[in-house]
């Protein structure tokens, strides 16, 4: 059974990247194992002091054996300050020594009130992914500005759910024959 980890890069309980992560999970295959990560905010800050080998902190071992366990990734953020939020970021360096995302197939999504859509820390995560080995995959890369208007208390428009299917669906088929 395929496993995929998501992970949405706002802590904010009224998050739309949050809330984008669960529609694409109720849009997923019943055959698909899909998993929300909630551990974001329980990770301490990056420090190579405490990376100790079989050691590391209990949250960061926790996210590293989500990684390991999943078949593949799909990362929903939003920008802050034309960046990747400090969180996702640090998620993302407690991952560079231990090397779960190397040939990792991995989706990005990025989404904002704003027209750019969050285009920086879209770019800025590929970079990141890029630097730790990740597999982006084809089709598996998504932009969607006015997220405001494209989903209003729980309901999203049609086109934005296609988007966000066919992100999920590139994902599903670049882990089957990867
Ligand atoms: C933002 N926002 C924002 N948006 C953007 O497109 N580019 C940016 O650089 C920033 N910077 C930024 C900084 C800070 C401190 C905040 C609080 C917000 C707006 C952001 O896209 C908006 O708040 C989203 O709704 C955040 O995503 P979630 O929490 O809804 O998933």
Redo the contacts with the bound molecule.
């Keep these: 059974r395929i496993k995929i980890l998501a992970i ?1 890069g ?1 802590l ?1 309980s009224n ?4 809330a984008l992560v669960r529609a694409i999970a109720n849009l997923s295959p019943k055959n698909i194992e899909f998993t929300i990560y909630n551990g974001l905010g329980d990770l301490p800050h990056f420090n190579p002091d405490i990376d100790i080998d079989d050691n590391e902190p209990p949250a960061v071992k926790d996210l590293r054996t989500q990684l390991k366990e999943a078949d593949g990734v799909l990362l929903c953020t ?5 960046g990747v939020p400090g969180v996702l970021k640090n998620a993302l360096d407690w991952i560079v020594s231990s090397g779960e995302f190397v040939n990792k197939p991995v989706a990005v999504i990025s ?4 027209p ?1 859509g ?1 285009e ?1 820390a879209h770019a800025s995560l590929l970079l990141t992914l890029n630097m730790v080995s990740a597999e982006v995959v084809e089709g598996g890369t998504l932009i969607i500005p006015f ?1 405001n208007l494209k989903l209003k208390e729980g309901v999203m428009d049609p086109g934005t759910a296609e988007d966000l299917k066919s992100v999920l669906h590139a994902l599903i088929q670049a882990i089957r024959v990867h």
């Design positions: 949405s706002s904010r998050s739309s990247n949050t939003p920008e802050y300050a034309n989404a904002s009130p704003h750019l969050g920086k997220i």
